[in-house]
């Protein structure tokens, strides 16, 4: 069943530039909807994250439940260890002459996502690291204005960076980690044999909720649902239920940008993110779009399920040097097992011609590059209340008061990754 409808124009220009005015000079009171769907889709409040307790004086104290290890019939192989760094930038150049300042900025809070341990992978506290620059010149004393946050919704941490007020053009940060990845593997006819629960147990129930530009239980996507597995969601297990849905969610859509990112100048800024509803609706949407409407879907099937943000090295189109980008990827969780990834851009090329829900799939449960992969926030922004995430979204989010030359202002991310080699 499509959901129809015309997808909305990408925002111009000046209105970027109006968003990051509205983000950094203004926050809003409450964590906002940086992800949600055009005005033309029914509002739906997204969950309020629980309360962080106070920075914890070294990293190493973090603990989450992103995930635990899996139990059979998944498993995970081959891991490997990565180096990786985030890069983020802002600045605004003068257009006039003799104009030095066109960022005055105080009370700078930016906050970085980490899934410090999933099923799939895990990151190293100690190895944690950041950056700060301002004008130009690197501040020496990062170390002493960075802290941390835990116990964020579904077991997310952040690294939090105070950057000093800043009077001039451009300010940078960055955070640098060490993670281990493993590549995952699964059982298909003993996943297919596992039983819907009595219920979901508590560490997942978040993952049955809306989010920004996930609006699960709206009430097309119950008109969905319902349709696809002709009201009788459970007289099939929750494997065969979650691939009939993800077959379908991605059979809704008619054209999609796999690269998804937003690039201006030859710099990226973020995801290009309409949300579940609004591309579902109009069949067409970007990458990101897509693992969003999967994970509505199968949320609103009552399959607890997420979507992953993370980096990873993809080949350029025309054959030159992988690059570093901005992914997203799905989840769901099997009774018993854990959470089970799926990468619906690998999905693409075999679903029109109807994958059969009874054979294996390409990285859906067994996903041999999984480890390649290293996931940085569950969602499209960190669930820090107050903080606001930029218009194109990259993980992090902001805090600040001041003032912003509104003509020339633009930011950046720029990713590294370096492998590590495997374990010993």
């Known amino acids: 069943m499509a959901l129809g409808g015309k997808r909305g124009a990408y925002r111009d220009h ?31 409040a997204p969950p309020t994250p629980p309360a962080a307790p106070p920075a914890q004086p070294s990293a190493a104290t973090f603990t989450t439940i992103s995930g635990r290890p899996p139990e059979l019939p998944l498993k995970r192989v ?91 053009q451009s300010l940078k940060w960055n955070v640098t980690w060490f993670e281990q990845c493993w590549a995952s593997v ?29 609006e699960s239980g709206h009430e097309d996507f119950k008109k969905f649902v319902d349709k696809v597995t002709g009201g009788n969601l459970r007289s099939v297990t929750p494997w065969i239920a979650a691939k009939e849905l993800v077959r379908a969610t991605m059979q809704a859509y008619t054209a999609v940008d796999a690269d998804g990112m937003r690039i201006e100048n030859g710099f990226p800024r973020g995801l290009v993110v309409n949300g579940a509803w609004a591309s579902m609706k109009a069949g067409t949407g970007s990458s990101h779009d ?16 997420r979507v992953v943000l993370g980096m990873t090295e993809l080949q350029g189109s025309s054959g030159g040097a992988a690059r570093s980008r901005l992914v997203t990827w799905c989840e769901f969780f099997l009774p018993g097992a854990g959470w089970v990834p799926f990468n619906p851009n690998d999905l693409r090329g075999g679903i ?23 996931p940085i926030c569950y969602g499209f922004a960190a669930p820090i209340p107050g903080a606001s995430s930029m218009p194109y979204p990259a993980g992090y989010v902001w805090t600040a008061h001041g003032t912003i030359d509104m003509s020339t202002a633009s930011d950046t991310v720029t990713l590294q990754i370096l492998g590590r080699g495997r374990p010993k």
């Open 186 to 214: 699964v059982d298909e006819a003993a996943a297919a044999r596992i039983t819907w629960p009595a219920e979901w147990p508590a560490e997942v129930q978040e993952s049955l909720k809306p989010q920004p530009g996930i």
């Open 352 to 374: 029109r011609g109807g994958l059969s829900v009874e054979r294996p799939w390409p990285s859906f449960g067994t996903w041999d590059e999984l480890n390649e992969f290293l």
């Open 78 to 168: 081959d891991p490997r260890i990565w180096e990786a760094r985030f890069d983020a930038s802002l600045w605004a150049p003068s257009l006039r002459k003799g104009d030095t300042v066109t960022l005055q900025l105080s009370n700078i809070m930016v906050w970085m996502p980490m899934v410090l341990q999933s099923t799939w992978s895990q990151v190293d506290p100690t190895s944690i690291k950041t950056e700060i620059w301002v004008q130009g010149a690197k501040h020496k004393a990062a170390a002493q204005r960075t802290s941390f946050r835990q116990g964020l919704a579904q077991g997310m941490a952040a690294v939090g960076i105070s950057i000093p007020d800043t009077q001039g």
């Open 14 to 44: 000046m209105l970027i530039g109006a968003a990051i005015a509205a983000l950094l000079i203004a926050p809003p009171a409450k964590a906002p909807a940086s992800t949600t769907a055009p005005a033309t889709a029914p509002a739906t």
């Open 290 to 305: 897509v693992a969003a409407a999967c994970v509505a879907v199968l949320r609103t099937a009552g399959i607890p399920a």
